[in-house]
């Protein structure tokens, strides 16, 4: 898995997982329109575009055999199956943009983000929350994207979900939107100024300073 090799790359990736409805999507969004230094990795999946998602923008939308072929090919740093559909993370789009230095975030369910977790130790897990069950449910119910029978699926995957928050290194509940957003940023923020980023994407300071 060239797990050497991705440890060395001077950019930060982050990594953010919330059960449907929990409102990470927006988080993301908000984070990149005031922070031009992360960059969304656009995940590959099975499923068929929702409303008005775009290929390429949201999602590379392919067939069960294509994305087969890529998981032969290990063109996924990691993959996973959601609601009965795939979703997979480029590692040639991700390895490129950390070798540059840039930082990287991908917006994916906890399974991917244990998998990322493993590759990539330096890796920021986030968690989003919702304040309630009852909130959960109004938002999915709000979206009106899925049938009752669904939100209710989407609610009993969401339990097994929430589980896993102990896993990630932090968690964010998205009560207030703006606070969260704040907490989100907060943590991007931090992460750069740690001592092992700092000296990956600072290289060079600390070698004329004589720190290693």
Known sequence: MQQNTLTEYPGNLYVVAAPSGAGKSSLVKALMEVDAGVKASISHTTRAPRGQEV????????????????????????????????????????????????????????????????????????????????ELRSRLQRRGEDSAETIEQRLVNAEQEMAQAAK????????????????LKSIVHAQRLKYAAQSRSRATVFSALHII
């Open 55 to 134: 290929d390429g923008r949201e999602y590379f939308f392919v067939d069960n055999a294509t994305f087969d072929t890529m998981v032969a090919n290990q063109d996924f740093l990691e993959w996973a199956q959601v609601h009965g559909n795939r979703y997979g993370t480029s590692r040639q789009a991700v390895e490129q943009r950390l070798s540059e230095g840039g930082d990287v975030l991908l917006e994916i369910d906890y399974q991917g983000a244990l998998q990322i977790k493993q590759i990539f130790p330096h890796a920021v897990l986030v968690f989003v929350l919702p304040p309630s069950w009852e």
């Open 168 to 183: 990630f290194d932090f968690v964010i509940i998205n009560e207030l939107f703006e606070r969260a957003l704040f907490d």
